[in-house]
T-cell receptor, first 117, second 114 residues
Framework: EAGVTQFPSHSVIEKGQTVTLRCDPI?????LYWYRRVMGKEIKFLLH????????ESGMPNNRFLAERTGGTYSTLKVQPAELEDSGVYFC???????????????FGEGSRLTVL | DQQVKQNSPSLSVQEGRISILNCDYT??????FLWYKKYPAEGPTFLIS?????DKNEDGRFTVFLNKSAKHLSLHIVPSQPGDSAVYFC?????????????FGAGTQVVVTP
């Protein structure tokens, strides 16, 4: 079974440009999360989808970030326009239904590294 | 406001010895704690967890201890092996909160030397 896949693995763009990151969760996982790690700091929650609906987007930094989850399958995270402080590694994670013996059921992708110059 | 803190950015330990990783949290409402392990160019993978109703959970070479009064948890790896070299993240959550919304620490880089 395929794990969580993210694309691209690394993107280098200039300030002011647009970047779109994609995440394909594990098949059948209703929950999809985006996290971000900036410059070796903590991994920060961005938002959470349940199927195609945004359950919690309290971690989104500002309105330059737009996340979508088409048909409850893959998700995209668009940054427009990108700023220098957006550089970091963006992780996607997925999980099955609600709290099935909660304890580590978040499966993370390898991350998309974004470098804004 | 960082609610989960790992104050040691790195730890070097000899193979066969014990690795002790520490984590402090500020939110007394957290009731579930996890450790994730991350290799370079890979995503974090779940290692071990503990509920706030317990003070210890053991899984093979890995043991997590929770001290609620001190808002402190630790991960013990015994014996340490070269394959344990990775970044370890402490995470906490509220079971009544958004499903799977975790607060992570900044990580501790563990290097196990032969």
């Amino acid at each position: 079974e395929a794990g969580v896949t993210q694309f691209p693995s690394h993107s280098v763009i200039e300030k002011g440009q647009t970047v779109t990151l994609r995440c394909d969760p594990i098949s059948g996982h209703d929950n999809l999360y985006w996290y971000r790690r900036v410059m070796g700091k903590e991994i920060k929650f961005l938002l959470h989808f349940v199927k195609e609906s945004k359950q919690d987007e309290s971690g989104m930094p500002n309105n330059r970030f737009l996340a979508e989850r088409t048909g409850g399958t893959y998700s995209t995270l668009k940054v427009q326009p990108a700023e220098l402080e957006d550089s970091g590694v963006y992780f996607c994670a997925s999980s099955q239904g609600r709290r099935q013996g909660f304890g580590g059921e978040l499966f993370f992708g390898e991350g998309s590294r974004l470098t804004v110059l | 406001d960082q609610q989960v803190k790992q104050n040691s950015p790195s730890l070097s330990v000899q193979e066969g010895r014990i690795s002790i990783l520490n984590c402090d949290y500020t939110n007394s409402m957290f009731d579930y704690f996890l450790w994730y392990k991350k290799y370079p160019a890979e995503g974090p993978t779940f290692l071990i967890s503990i509920s706030s109703i317990k003070d210890k959970n053991e899984d093979g070479r890995f043991t997590v201890f929770l001290n609620k009064s001190a808002k402190h948890l630790s991960l013990h790896i015994v014996p340490s092996q070269p394959g344990d070299s990775a970044v370890y993240f402490c995470a906490a959550s509220l079971t009544t909160d958004s499903w799977g919304k975790l607060q992570f620490g900044a990580g501790t880089q563990v290097v196990v030397t032969p």
